[in-house]
């Protein structure tokens, strides 16, 4: 806008700024008949009349402020509103554009485009405005919902709840803000959801539910002092909160003060007999065994996880047992021929896709709803069942040429019942391929991050019990967790 005006211009903007309208409109009436080439004039009056909802007439002006200044921002965008408010949005889509190729473009352009093409239904390109309002006002709470909206259309949920976050937090939207949380847990987004609860939690610091699911998301985030802080604040306010206590007894387990942490799980498990991730990590940490809290806790676990289980497994935590597995099977020269394999613990498919080649028949058993419904969506097996394994295995003799149970062993501990029905299904000289995590103390022993571990002396005791031989047996670092490698142990054996 000018800086240079004359005095009944300055006269109408006195009386526009002090909201005495009706003068402010006789002045501008006077100010363009005296001054029609002078854009501003036209603008003012333009955006007079939007604010009296006299759209027709504010349209009019902005036309004339336009042909006179074309690259005039303010006019643009404002003759664009005014365009969406009077139905016509082809029309706006165009004013938009044109507010966008001005000299000084502002986020409010290029939201007001997307929003224009998002109700023509032209959801990609709604998203590309957006996103370019979003590059120039990163906390634009409408270009974060409208981008959250368009990517949904475009089915890419994923990418749209950072922007649902962005939103809600400006927004202040507590409600959403919870919704949001709750989605992003079932995709296994973490950050999102404890972003999430971290703003519900700001804006509502007496919630102990919030807190106590703020804790959670900061103990599967590996923060394990802070998850121990947030859930103490959350038993500050709400004393028999059972999710706090199972929070804080697992994030102790973890931070190695095992007194402290059985206590906790003790009282969380008294407040829920139901909670069965709370029972396993007591068992864990007591010794004693809850095969139907562990049966449940892995289910949910694989479950809750089944459509980023592949990317995170393999991208973020490098587990490397199918392929191990495989190299050491092709070493034994097991995958020579052809022959019936069954996959225990199939999780999504991952050893599928390097036994699919060598198989006449493969089938895939799994625990979990979720990986059993990943797995057949990939089509590599010909038969895909849910169920506990030595369950699936009973009554099936001598079926399989080979079984393999990769990373399997470390969520069912004693495996007795696992070697005893997996040699019952295979044939005479038939292969059991696995991994386990290393073990230096005998036996089984349940660790803090709810898994187990195997000596080898147990594995080489089993394997005699139940007629099998060792044939191939190699370490190698089984995944990461908290930035270390876990060490592990792949095994082949052959039924005698």
Same mark, same amino acid.
Do not use: I
């Given at each position: 806008m000018s800086t240079q005006h004359s005095p009944l211009f300055l006269d109408a903007v006195?009386?526009?700024?002090?909201?005495n309208l009706g003068t402010a409109e006789r002045l501008y009436?006077?100010?363009?008949?005296?001054?029609?080439?002078?854009?501003?004039?036209?603008?003012l009056a333009g955006y007079l009349f939007i604010q009296r909802r006299q759209l027709t007439r504010a349209l009019a002006h902005l036309d004339k402020a336009v042909q006179l200044r074309p690259h005039y921002t303010e006019a643009q965008l404002n003759r664009a509103n005014v365009l969406m408010e009077l139905g016509r949005a082809?029309?706006?889509?165009?004013?938009?554009?044109a507010a966008t190729q001005c000299t000084q473009p502002h986020p409010e352009a290029f939201a007001g485009l997307g929003q224009a093409l998002a109700r023509l239904g032209r959801p990609a390109e709604a998203a590309e405005a957006f996103g370019a309002a979003l590059r120039l006002a990163p906390d634009h709470s409408a270009a974060n919902a409208g981008l959250a909206n368009a990517l949904r259309l475009l089915g890419r949920d994923a990418e749209a709840l950072p922007h649902v976050l962005a939103y809600a937090v400006g927004a202040k939207d507590i409600q959403v803000l919870l919704d949001l949380s709750r989605e992003?847990?079932?995709?296994?987004?973490?950050?999102?959801?404890h972003a999430a609860l971290q703003a519900v939690t700001s804006l509502r610091p007496a919630d102990a539910d919030s807190l106590a699911l703020l804790a959670n998301l900061s103990q599967m985030g590996s923060r394990?002092? #802070?998850?121990? =802080?947030?859930?103490?604040? !959350?038993?500050? /306010? *709400? %004393?028999d909160l059972a999710l706090a206590h199972s929070v804080l007894g697992?994030?102790?387990?973890?931070?190695?003060?095992?007194?402290?942490?059985?206590?906790?799980?003790?009282?969380?498990?008294?407040?829920?007999?139901?909670?069965?991730?709370?029972?396993?990590?007591?068992?864990?940490?007591?010794?004693?065994?809850?095969?139907?809290a562990q049966l449940r806790y892995t289910r949910d676990l694989f479950d809750g996880c089944a459509a980023t289980f592949d990317q995170v497994l393999v991208?973020?935590? #490098?587990?490397? =047992?199918?392929?191990?597995? !495989?190299?050491? /099977? *092709? %070493?034994?020269?097991?995958?020579?021929?052809?022959q019936a394999i069954i996959d225990l613990g199939c999780g999504t498919g991952l050893c599928g896709?390097?036994?699919?080649?060598?198989?006449?028949?493969?089938?895939?058993?799994?625990?979990a709803p979720g990986m059993v419904e990943a797995t057949r969506r990939r089509g590599l097996y010909d038969e895909v069942i849910e169920g506990e394994i030595a369950e699936v295995l009973s009554g099936r003799n001598a079926e399989y040429d080979l079984a393999i149970a990769a990373d399997v062993l470390i969520y069912i501990g004693e495996s007795s019942q696992v070697f005893a029905a997996t040699r019952q299904a295979l044939r005479e000289g038939g292969c059991f391929a696995f991994s386990v995590e290393i073990e230096d103390r005998p036996g089984v022993t349940g660790r803090s991050s709810g898994r187990f571990a195997h000596s080898s002396a147990y594995i080489q005791d089993l394997a005699g019990r139940f007629g099998f031989a060792v044939i191939a047996e190699r370490a190698f670092p089984l995944r990461k967790e908290l930035g270390h490698h876990i060490e592990g142990r792949a095994y082949v054996l052959r039924a005698i």
């Open positions: 006195r009386h526009h700024q002090s909201g009436r006077k100010l363009v008949e005296k001054e029609p080439r002078n854009p501003d004039a036209w603008y082809e029309d706006a889509v165009l004013g938009y554009r992003a847990m079932s995709r296994n987004l973490l950050p999102v959801a394990y002092a #802070e998850a121990e =802080a947030t859930a103490r604040r !959350a038993l500050a /306010l *709400k %004393a697992r994030a102790l387990f973890r931070l190695e003060r095992t007194e402290e942490a059985a206590a906790a799980l003790k009282e969380a498990c008294r407040l829920d007999p139901d909670d069965a991730e709370a029972r396993h990590f007591l068992s864990l940490l007591t010794g004693e065994t809850d095969s139907e991208d973020q935590l #490098e587990y490397s =047992a199918p392929w191990v597995l !495989a190299e050491e /099977l *092709k %070493a034994a020269g097991v995958l020579d021929r052809s896709t390097l036994l699919k080649p060598h198989a006449t028949r493969l089938v895939g058993v799994d625990l």
